[in-house]
Every structure is written in C-alpha cells, then in structure tokens.
C-alpha cells in the first residue's frame, strides 16, 4: 500500500511525513494527557507524575521513531534522529529562546543537568571514534554501550527525584497541568495516543527512507534534518512559548531534559535492541551535538548571572547554520 501512494510522486512521502508528525505531537499530548488524570486519580503525587509520564511524554516522538527505525532495520535514522535532534534542541530551540528573551538557569541546572547532557553527546563520540583509533575496521552502539547509557539515565532520575523533593514546595501542579477527566475518556486518550503514535511512527520512518532514496542522500541527512527537526516540534513550542512568558528557566529545563531522554534512555534502549552501527560523518555529527552542551555549560559558569543572552542565542544560531550548511554540502 505505501510502495503504491509513493509512486504517485515526490510529494507524497512529503505530505506522509508532515501528517505523521501531527499524528506523533497529538499521540504523545493524548498519552500524557490519559496517563496523568489516571495517576492522579490513583492519588500518585503531582512531583511523580510531572517527573515520569509527563517528562517520558515529550521524548515520545523520538522514542516512537527510533523503535520504528530499529524494527525496520533503518539503524541510520535511530541514531541521527537523536543526535539531530539534540542539535537542533541545543542550537536553534535555546538559541530563539535566547533571542526571545534572556533565558535564567537554575544551579542544578547548570551543574548538573547540562553537564549529564554534554557527558552523553561525548560518550556517543567516544564511542564511534575509539574503535578506529584501536584499529579496528567498524564501529557501533553496541549493547555494552546501550546498557551503560541506560545505567547514566537510572541516575539522572535519582538525582533528579532527589533535587524535586528537596524544592518541593513550588507550584508542581500548575507545571504538570493535569486535566481532571472521566476515567473512560482517559483510557480512550491513551488508547487513541498509542495508536497516534504507532502510525505517525510508520509514516515518517518509510517517508524518510522514501525520501532519501528519492534525492538521492543517505537516511543520515534526512534524519538530521527533517526528521530530527519534526520530533524536536514539541520542544521549539514548549520553550518558546515559555520564553515570550518569561518562564525561561522552564524553557532551558525542558530543552536539557529532553536531550537526557534522547542519549540516555532512547538510544540506549534502541541499542540494547539492536546494535547500531555508525554510519560516515558520526563523529563529526556526535561532536556538534556535545559542543552544543559546551558552549551552553561555558556561557552559564563563566556569566555572572548565569543567564544565556541574545549574544550567546546569535551564536548558537550561527554555528548550526555554518554546521547545516557544512553537512548538506557534504552529505556522504
């Protein structure tokens, strides 16, 4: 059925993508919205459900197209939509944010959480690149690395329980924004959520491929840019929206949190399930992706109000255009 909509034309793996990214933000908003009024109805605190089902709910789009790609065997798009979309999280959505307003970072913001994200894009590095330093002839994700991430990501949720419950007096429960709703009606959501996932999932994966074959670039490309740029949409909304309420420190928490979920959790769980070899031009990739935490962890330790500027956001925005440029110029 999809081989036969393709051979329609190029616009249709086009039009297929962008409806399974609607289908992807709606899935995950349906998901989060179902699963946290049954939590709360279950009288699990707001702190746990913020913590867990909302903060799994924004990774959904990544998560759902990496077990896509790895089921299909697709392992290039598993790995640049994450580092993808970390770079595009790091370098566009903070730089415009930063643009929007000046974006103020917490303490364990800026010694914690963005140095967990700058720890995972430089494992990923390693990683790929320690392997022909040895001598050898391939390098991948293998599952040692996909267990050792998954370890790095049990910790950060220690870490961050821990700090919630030390500042637990602020207002979780107007973050978390848990709709009070029927108990039917929100086994539907999640039901309907799941299914929105699933397609929007398919749709993008076999677009993409489609796609790449069509103009004739590898699924890397298509994956740094158009895929890695459609599952970062819930995020660019979330922060800039945050960033014109002056509510920036939620707008740099939820960009952090999301590239934590992305290396730790989903690529690792991606290949724990199937080894992910690397493709030409990781190492290049995987290191724009950690100097992006770097040049955010420098700006907030070396300011003395620990604030990221419009001068760091036009700088963020310049390097990943020079970087975009570079990589569709040398698409390998």
């Known amino acids: 059925m999809m081989e036969q909509l393709f051979s329609y034309g190029i616009w249709v793996p086009v039009v297929l993508i962008i409806v399974g990214f609607v289908a992807l933000v709606k899935g995950a ?21 913020g ?32 580092l993808g979309s970390n770079i ?3 370098f566009v959505i903070i730089g415009l944010t930063a643009l929007v307003a000046p974006i103020v970072s917490h303490r364990s913001t800026r010694n914690f959480d963005v140095p967990m994200s700058l720890l995972g894009c430089v494992g990923i590095y390693f ?9 050898r002839q391939t390098a991948c994700i293998d599952r040692f690395c996909g267990g050792a991430l998954l370890a790095f990501f049990i910790y950060f949720l220690f870490i961050t329980f821990r700090n919630a419950l030390a500042h637990k007096g602020q207002s979780i429960e107007e973050q978390v924004g848990v709709k009070p709703i029927t108990l039917p009606w929100a086994i539907g959501l999640i039901i309907g959520g799941l299914a929105g996932l699933m397609i929007g999932g398919e749709l993008i994966v076999d677009s993409a491929v ?30 800039v929206m945050a960033a014109f309420k002056k509510n920036t420190d939620l707008a740099i928490g939820n960009v952090i949190g999301s590239n934590i979920f992305n290396v730790f959790f989903i690529l690792g769980t991606s290949a724990l399930i199937r ?35 419009r001068l760091t956001g036009i700088i963020l925005l310049i390097i990943y255009a020079l970087y975009l440029t570079f990589r569709l110029m040398n698409p390998y």
């Open 210 to 239: 489609n796609l790449a074959q069509r103009w004739g670039v590898s699924e890397a490309v298509i994956g740094l840019t158009v895929v890695a740029l459609g599952t970062s949409l819930p995020e660019l909304a979330t922060s």
């Open 127 to 135: 990683a790929v690149t320690l392997p022909h330093v040895l001598g």
């Open 88 to 90: 595009i999280n790091t």
């Open 275 to 309: 080894p992910l070899p690397a493709y030409k031009g990781i190492e290049i990739d995987a290191f724009v992706a950690a100097l992006g935490s770097l040049v955010i962890w420098l700006a907030l330790k070396t300011r003395k109000e620990h604030k990221l500027g």
């Open 51 to 82: 913590l867990t089902v909302v903060a799994f709910g924004t990774s959904m789009p990544e998560f759902v197209v990496n077990m896509v790609s790895v089921g299909h065997g697709t392992t290039e798009l598993a790995i640049t939509n994450i």
């Open 29 to 49: 908003d349906w998901l989060v919205d179902g699963a946290s009024a049954i939590a709360k109805r279950f009288g699990i605190d707001d702190l746990v459900i």
